[in-house]
């Protein structure tokens, strides 16, 4: 079992940046593929980015790519969202997640554990 604490968030204009860390529990966080989704006020959950078990491959959706990176350092059983040029439009509360089969999946329902959500919110 793992247990994922995320932090980071906060108030920020837009073209700014905000760095999320998803901090997590447990000696075997090289063994799960990590994600991030997010989720705005009346509207459901969806993917952000996601990473394998090594870091070596990333995947992320199209409203982020070029904006955000995904990145783990498994030695300190950390995953960071980078999120630059951030937009009115990426509010949201901000999950990280993890899948004990390492499937690096964009769909929700493969992961096991969740975070809490760090609130972000981009003023225009």
């Known amino acids: 079992q793992v247990q994922l604490i995320e932090s980071g968030g906060g108030l920020v204009q837009a073209g700014g940046s905000l760095r999320l860390s998803c901090a997590a529990s447990?000696?075997?966080?090289?063994?799960?593929?990590m994600g991030w989704f997010r989720q705005a006020p009346g509207k459901e959950r969806e993917f952000v980015a996601a990473?394998?078990?090594?870091?070596?491959?990333?995947y992320y959706a199209d409203s982020v790519k070029g904006r955000f990176t995904i990145s783990r350092d498994n030695a300190k059983n950390m995953v960071t969202l980078q999120m630059n040029s951030l937009k009115p439009e990426d509010t949201a509360v901000y999950y990280c997640?993890?899948?004990?089969?390492?499937?690096?999946?964009?769909?929700?329902?493969?992961?096991?554990?969740w975070g809490q959500g760090t609130q972000v919110t981009v003023s225009s």
């Open positions: 990473i394998s078990r090594t870091g070596g491959s990333t």
């Open positions: 997640a993890a899948d004990s089969r390492s499937r690096s999946s964009s769909w929700s329902l493969v992961y096991d554990y």
């Open positions: 447990g000696r075997t966080f090289s063994s799960y593929s």
